[in-house]
Protein backbone atom coordinates (compact mmCIF):
# COMPACT_ATOMS: atom_id res chain seq x y z
CA UNK A 1 0.00 0.00 0.00
CA UNK A 2 3.06 2.31 0.70
CA UNK A 3 3.67 1.45 -2.71
CA UNK A 4 0.59 2.59 -4.12
CA UNK A 5 0.15 5.62 -1.70
CA UNK A 6 3.24 6.96 -1.12
CA UNK A 7 5.33 7.26 2.18
CA UNK A 8 2.94 8.85 5.35
CA UNK A 9 -0.23 7.54 4.16
CA UNK A 10 -0.55 4.07 5.79
CA UNK A 11 -1.10 3.34 9.13
CA UNK A 12 -0.33 0.11 10.91
CA UNK A 13 0.93 1.13 14.45
CA UNK A 14 -1.67 -0.28 16.76
CA UNK A 15 -1.23 3.15 19.15
CA UNK A 16 -1.72 5.18 15.97
CA UNK A 17 -5.09 2.93 15.04
CA UNK A 18 -6.82 3.89 17.86
CA UNK A 19 -7.66 6.90 16.65
CA UNK A 20 -10.06 5.56 14.34
CA UNK A 21 -11.53 2.83 16.42
CA UNK A 22 -14.75 4.18 16.79
CA UNK A 23 -16.78 7.02 15.37
CA UNK A 24 -19.43 9.66 17.10
CA UNK A 25 -20.91 6.64 18.88
CA UNK A 26 -18.31 5.77 21.04
CA UNK A 27 -20.11 2.40 22.40
CA UNK A 28 -18.88 0.21 19.73
CA UNK A 29 -14.80 -0.05 19.29
CA UNK A 30 -13.55 -2.09 16.55
CA UNK A 31 -9.38 -1.68 15.31
CA UNK A 32 -8.62 -1.64 11.87
CA UNK A 33 -5.51 -3.79 10.65
CA UNK A 34 -4.58 -0.53 8.29
CA UNK A 35 -5.73 3.22 7.84
CA UNK A 36 -5.04 4.66 4.72
CA UNK A 37 -4.96 8.17 3.48
CA UNK A 38 -5.58 8.62 -0.76
CA UNK A 39 -5.17 11.54 -2.19
CA UNK A 40 -7.39 10.90 -5.75
CA UNK A 41 -9.96 8.37 -7.23
CA UNK A 42 -7.15 6.00 -8.97
CA UNK A 43 -5.68 5.64 -5.56
CA UNK A 44 -8.94 4.44 -3.92
CA UNK A 45 -9.50 2.37 -7.13
CA UNK A 46 -6.34 0.48 -6.35
CA UNK A 47 -6.86 0.33 -2.92
CA UNK A 48 -10.43 -1.63 -3.55
CA UNK A 49 -8.97 -3.72 -5.86
CA UNK A 50 -5.81 -4.34 -3.64
CA UNK A 51 -8.38 -5.31 -0.76
CA UNK A 52 -10.72 -7.16 -3.14
CA UNK A 53 -7.91 -9.71 -4.40
CA UNK A 54 -6.21 -9.67 -1.04
CA UNK A 55 -9.82 -10.63 0.44
CA UNK A 56 -9.48 -7.79 2.88
CA UNK A 57 -12.88 -6.12 4.26
CA UNK A 58 -12.72 -2.57 3.85
CA UNK A 59 -14.57 0.79 4.90
CA UNK A 60 -15.10 4.28 3.75
CA UNK A 61 -14.36 7.14 6.64
CA UNK A 62 -15.16 10.92 6.36
CA UNK A 63 -14.41 12.57 10.03
CA UNK A 64 -15.95 9.62 12.11
CA UNK A 65 -18.84 12.37 13.38
CA UNK A 66 -21.06 9.33 12.24
CA UNK A 67 -23.26 8.33 15.19
CA UNK A 68 -24.03 4.58 14.11
CA UNK A 69 -20.70 2.94 13.87
CA UNK A 70 -20.79 3.20 9.61
CA UNK A 71 -17.05 3.96 9.18
CA UNK A 72 -15.71 0.98 11.79
CA UNK A 73 -13.94 -1.87 10.28
CA UNK A 74 -15.43 -5.16 10.90
CA UNK A 75 -13.29 -7.14 11.42
CA UNK A 76 -9.81 -5.77 10.90
CA UNK A 77 -9.06 -4.50 7.28
CA UNK A 78 -8.99 -1.27 5.82
CA UNK A 79 -10.14 2.18 6.77
CA UNK A 80 -9.81 4.27 3.71
CA UNK A 81 -9.73 7.65 5.06
CA UNK A 82 -10.70 10.56 2.41
CA UNK A 83 -10.09 12.98 4.65
CA UNK A 84 -7.19 14.02 2.45
CA UNK A 85 -9.40 14.25 -0.46
CA UNK A 86 -10.62 17.47 0.52
CA UNK A 87 -10.57 20.18 -2.44
CA UNK A 88 -13.57 22.40 -4.01
CA UNK A 89 -12.28 21.65 -7.65
CA UNK A 90 -14.42 23.62 -9.37
CA UNK A 91 -17.41 26.33 -8.64
CA UNK A 92 -19.90 27.22 -11.88
CA UNK A 93 -21.35 30.34 -10.22
CA UNK A 94 -24.09 30.69 -13.57
CA UNK A 95 -25.78 27.21 -13.02
CA UNK A 96 -25.42 26.86 -9.34
CA UNK A 97 -23.13 23.87 -9.35
CA UNK A 98 -19.65 23.03 -7.15
CA UNK A 99 -17.51 20.07 -8.03
CA UNK A 100 -15.98 18.89 -4.79
CA UNK A 101 -14.12 15.93 -2.64
CA UNK A 102 -15.68 13.94 -0.33
CA UNK A 103 -13.30 14.56 2.46
CA UNK A 104 -13.98 18.31 2.47
CA UNK A 105 -15.53 19.47 5.44
CA UNK A 106 -19.11 20.35 5.00
CA UNK A 107 -19.18 24.11 6.12
CA UNK A 108 -15.77 24.85 4.37
CA UNK A 109 -17.99 24.70 1.33
CA UNK A 110 -20.54 27.73 2.52
CA UNK A 111 -17.32 28.94 3.44
CA UNK A 112 -15.51 28.83 -0.06
CA UNK A 113 -18.76 30.21 -2.34
CA UNK A 114 -19.88 32.37 0.68
CA UNK A 115 -18.20 35.23 -0.91
CA UNK A 116 -19.62 35.29 -4.26
CA UNK A 117 -22.83 35.12 -2.05
CA UNK A 118 -24.14 31.57 -2.55
CA UNK A 119 -23.82 28.64 0.23
CA UNK A 120 -24.42 24.61 0.47
CA UNK A 121 -28.17 23.93 1.79
CA UNK A 122 -28.04 21.37 3.92
CA UNK A 123 -26.21 21.68 7.51
CA UNK A 124 -25.92 19.10 9.88
CA UNK A 125 -25.06 20.05 13.38
CA UNK A 126 -21.43 18.46 13.04
CA UNK A 127 -21.18 20.68 9.79
CA UNK A 128 -17.87 22.13 10.95
CA UNK A 129 -16.67 18.54 10.93
CA UNK A 130 -18.34 16.05 8.94
CA UNK A 131 -17.40 15.61 5.47
CA UNK A 132 -19.76 16.22 2.10
CA UNK A 133 -18.43 12.56 1.29
CA UNK A 134 -20.03 11.03 4.94
CA UNK A 135 -23.17 13.54 4.16
CA UNK A 136 -23.98 11.34 1.29
CA UNK A 137 -23.70 7.97 2.72
CA UNK A 138 -25.91 9.06 5.22
CA UNK A 139 -28.18 11.76 3.45
CA UNK A 140 -27.55 13.85 6.05
CA UNK A 141 -29.97 17.00 7.00
CA UNK A 142 -30.42 19.82 9.90
CA UNK A 143 -32.26 22.62 10.46
CA UNK A 144 -32.84 23.78 7.65
CA UNK A 145 -34.61 20.48 6.17
CA UNK A 146 -37.58 21.79 6.29
CA UNK A 147 -37.35 24.26 3.52
CA UNK A 148 -34.37 23.24 2.36
CA UNK A 149 -34.26 19.51 2.06
CA UNK A 150 -31.72 16.69 3.01
CA UNK A 151 -28.51 15.87 0.87
CA UNK A 152 -30.37 13.81 -1.55
CA UNK A 153 -32.12 17.28 -2.74
CA UNK A 154 -28.59 18.74 -3.69
CA UNK A 155 -26.33 16.13 -4.95
CA UNK A 156 -26.85 16.13 -9.11
CA UNK A 157 -23.85 13.60 -9.80
CA UNK A 158 -20.99 11.34 -8.31
CA UNK A 159 -18.37 10.13 -9.24
CA UNK A 160 -17.89 6.63 -7.49
CA UNK A 161 -15.21 3.49 -6.88
CA UNK A 162 -17.48 0.25 -6.85
CA UNK A 163 -16.21 -2.53 -4.75
CA UNK A 164 -14.28 -4.34 -7.99
CA UNK A 165 -12.25 -0.95 -8.02
CA UNK A 166 -14.20 0.19 -11.20
CA UNK A 167 -14.48 3.92 -11.26
CA UNK A 168 -18.07 5.71 -12.56
CA UNK A 169 -20.17 8.91 -13.09
CA UNK A 170 -23.56 8.66 -11.72
CA UNK A 171 -26.14 11.45 -13.02
CA UNK A 172 -24.13 14.52 -14.19
CA UNK A 173 -24.17 18.19 -13.30
CA UNK A 174 -28.03 19.12 -14.36
CA UNK A 175 -31.23 18.59 -12.03
CA UNK A 176 -33.01 15.95 -14.50
CA UNK A 177 -30.10 13.43 -15.72
CA UNK A 178 -31.65 10.59 -17.49
CA UNK A 179 -32.06 7.52 -16.87
CA UNK A 180 -32.50 6.00 -13.45
CA UNK A 181 -31.48 7.54 -10.54
CA UNK A 182 -28.63 6.04 -9.44
CA UNK A 183 -27.70 9.30 -7.80
CA UNK A 184 -30.46 8.53 -5.49
CA UNK A 185 -29.86 5.09 -4.42
CA UNK A 186 -26.11 6.02 -3.74
CA UNK A 187 -27.12 8.39 -1.26
CA UNK A 188 -27.97 7.03 1.88
CA UNK A 189 -26.39 4.18 1.48
CA UNK A 190 -24.25 3.76 4.26
CA UNK A 191 -21.08 3.34 1.77
CA UNK A 192 -22.33 -0.14 0.90
CA UNK A 193 -22.07 0.51 -2.74
CA UNK A 194 -19.09 2.41 -3.16
CA UNK A 195 -17.03 4.89 -2.45
CA UNK A 196 -17.81 8.21 -3.59
CA UNK A 197 -14.75 10.32 -5.01
CA UNK A 198 -16.26 13.49 -6.76
CA UNK A 199 -19.56 14.92 -5.79
CA UNK A 200 -21.50 17.55 -7.63
CA UNK A 201 -23.86 19.25 -5.48
CA UNK A 202 -26.26 22.54 -5.87
CA UNK A 203 -25.07 25.76 -3.96
CA UNK A 204 -27.62 28.32 -3.24
CA UNK A 205 -28.11 32.26 -3.38
CA UNK A 206 -28.04 33.55 0.50
CA UNK A 207 -31.87 34.74 1.68
CA UNK A 208 -31.93 38.05 0.87
CA UNK A 209 -32.85 39.00 4.49
CA UNK A 210 -33.56 36.08 7.75
CA UNK A 211 -35.58 37.09 10.47
CA UNK A 212 -35.96 34.86 13.51
CA UNK A 213 -39.34 34.73 15.81
CA UNK A 214 -38.78 33.32 19.36
CA UNK A 215 -42.40 31.96 20.78
CA UNK A 216 -42.24 31.00 24.50
CA UNK A 217 -45.22 28.12 24.96
CA UNK A 218 -46.48 27.20 28.97
CA UNK A 219 -47.52 23.84 27.36
CA UNK A 220 -45.36 21.73 25.35
CA UNK A 221 -48.45 20.50 23.02
CA UNK A 222 -49.30 24.59 22.59
CA UNK A 223 -45.80 24.57 20.99
CA UNK A 224 -46.38 21.47 18.93
CA UNK A 225 -49.13 22.70 17.97
CA UNK A 226 -48.05 25.91 16.72
CA UNK A 227 -45.78 23.98 14.78
CA UNK A 228 -48.75 22.25 12.91
CA UNK A 229 -50.81 25.56 12.71
CA UNK A 230 -47.56 27.50 11.07
CA UNK A 231 -47.25 24.90 8.39
CA UNK A 232 -50.97 24.43 8.08
CA UNK A 233 -51.19 28.15 7.33
CA UNK A 234 -48.65 27.44 3.78
CA UNK A 235 -45.78 29.31 5.41
CA UNK A 236 -42.88 27.52 5.56
CA UNK A 237 -40.10 28.82 7.83
CA UNK A 238 -36.13 27.78 6.79
CA UNK A 239 -35.90 26.35 10.03
CA UNK A 240 -38.04 25.54 13.37
CA UNK A 241 -36.69 23.71 16.67
CA UNK A 242 -38.43 22.97 19.41
CA UNK A 243 -36.68 23.02 22.52
CA UNK A 244 -38.44 21.70 25.62
CA UNK A 245 -37.98 23.37 29.85
CA UNK A 246 -34.73 20.55 30.63
CA UNK A 247 -33.25 21.93 27.32
CA UNK A 248 -33.92 25.49 27.98
CA UNK A 249 -32.53 24.46 31.45
CA UNK A 250 -29.05 23.46 29.91
CA UNK A 251 -28.74 25.82 27.42
CA UNK A 252 -29.15 28.69 29.79
CA UNK A 253 -26.90 26.93 32.67
CA UNK A 254 -24.25 26.84 29.72
CA UNK A 255 -24.79 29.79 27.63
CA UNK A 256 -27.16 32.27 29.24
CA UNK A 257 -28.74 33.31 25.89
CA UNK A 258 -31.69 34.39 27.84
CA UNK A 259 -34.82 32.18 27.14
CA UNK A 260 -36.99 32.12 29.95
CA UNK A 261 -36.31 29.18 32.35
CA UNK A 262 -40.03 28.80 33.55
CA UNK A 263 -41.19 28.08 29.81
CA UNK A 264 -42.53 24.58 29.00
CA UNK A 265 -41.49 24.72 25.40
CA UNK A 266 -40.05 27.39 23.00
CA UNK A 267 -39.94 27.30 19.40
CA UNK A 268 -37.47 28.63 17.27
CA UNK A 269 -38.35 30.30 13.82
CA UNK A 270 -36.21 31.05 11.42
CA UNK A 271 -37.93 33.03 8.07
CA UNK A 272 -35.74 33.67 5.22
CA UNK A 273 -36.68 35.08 1.69
CA UNK A 274 -36.84 38.35 -0.23
CA UNK A 275 -36.76 41.03 2.39
CA UNK A 276 -40.42 42.93 0.58
CA UNK A 277 -42.80 40.90 2.67
CA UNK A 278 -40.31 39.54 5.56
CA UNK A 279 -42.49 41.62 8.48
CA UNK A 280 -45.84 40.54 6.80
CA UNK A 281 -44.54 36.76 7.20
CA UNK A 282 -43.32 36.72 10.53
CA UNK A 283 -46.34 38.54 12.02
CA UNK A 284 -48.47 35.73 9.95
CA UNK A 285 -46.17 33.48 11.89
CA UNK A 286 -46.85 35.58 15.50
CA UNK A 287 -50.93 35.66 14.80
C1 LIG B 1 -22.44 16.58 17.48
C2 LIG B 1 -23.02 15.86 16.29
C3 LIG B 1 -24.12 16.41 15.66
C4 LIG B 1 -24.68 15.75 14.56
N1 LIG B 1 -25.74 16.33 13.94
C5 LIG B 1 -26.28 15.73 12.85
C6 LIG B 1 -27.40 16.34 12.17
O1 LIG B 1 -27.87 17.42 12.54
N2 LIG B 1 -27.89 15.70 11.10
C7 LIG B 1 -27.37 14.51 10.64
O2 LIG B 1 -27.85 13.99 9.63
N3 LIG B 1 -26.32 13.92 11.26
C8 LIG B 1 -25.76 14.49 12.35
N4 LIG B 1 -24.71 13.91 12.98
C9 LIG B 1 -24.18 12.63 12.48
C10 LIG B 1 -22.99 12.78 11.48
O3 LIG B 1 -22.30 13.99 11.68
C11 LIG B 1 -23.47 12.68 10.03
O4 LIG B 1 -23.98 11.38 9.79
C12 LIG B 1 -22.37 12.98 9.00
O5 LIG B 1 -22.93 12.99 7.70
C13 LIG B 1 -21.22 11.98 9.02
O6 LIG B 1 -20.16 12.51 8.25
P1 LIG B 1 -18.65 12.04 8.49
O7 LIG B 1 -17.79 12.71 7.48
O8 LIG B 1 -18.25 12.22 9.90
O9 LIG B 1 -18.77 10.49 8.12
P2 LIG B 1 -18.24 9.20 8.91
O10 LIG B 1 -18.79 9.16 10.29
O11 LIG B 1 -16.76 9.13 8.77
O12 LIG B 1 -18.89 8.05 8.04
C14 LIG B 1 -20.30 7.90 8.02
C15 LIG B 1 -20.66 6.86 6.96
O13 LIG B 1 -20.31 7.38 5.68
C16 LIG B 1 -19.49 6.45 4.96
N5 LIG B 1 -18.61 7.28 4.12
C17 LIG B 1 -17.80 8.28 4.50
N6 LIG B 1 -17.22 8.85 3.43
C18 LIG B 1 -17.69 8.18 2.33
C19 LIG B 1 -17.46 8.29 0.93
N7 LIG B 1 -16.63 9.21 0.43
N8 LIG B 1 -18.11 7.43 0.10
C20 LIG B 1 -18.96 6.49 0.60
N9 LIG B 1 -19.21 6.34 1.90
C21 LIG B 1 -18.58 7.18 2.77
C22 LIG B 1 -18.80 5.66 6.06
O14 LIG B 1 -18.38 4.39 5.59
C23 LIG B 1 -19.91 5.55 7.09
O15 LIG B 1 -20.79 4.50 6.75
C24 LIG B 1 -24.13 14.52 14.10
C25 LIG B 1 -23.03 13.98 14.76
C26 LIG B 1 -22.48 14.63 15.84
C27 LIG B 1 -21.28 14.02 16.52
Not at 7 to 29: I, M
Not at 89 to 107: H, K, M, R, S
Not at 246 to 258: K, M, Q, R, S, Y
Request: glycine share 12%; with cysteine.
Amino acid sequence: MEALLGPGAVLSDPDELLVYESDGLTLFRALADFVVFPTSAEQVAALVKLASREGMPFVARGAGTGLSGGCLPAEGGLVISLMRMNRVLEVDYDNQVAIVEPGLVNLHLSWAVGPRGFYYAPDPSSQQACTIGGNIATNSGGPHTLKYGVTTNHVLGLEVVLPDGEIYWLGGKTRDAQGYDLVGLFVGSEGTFGIATKIAVRILRKPQAVKTVLAVFGRMDDASEAVSAIIGRGLIPAAMEMIDQLTIEAVEDAFGCGYPRDAAAALLIELDGLAVGMEAQAERVIQ
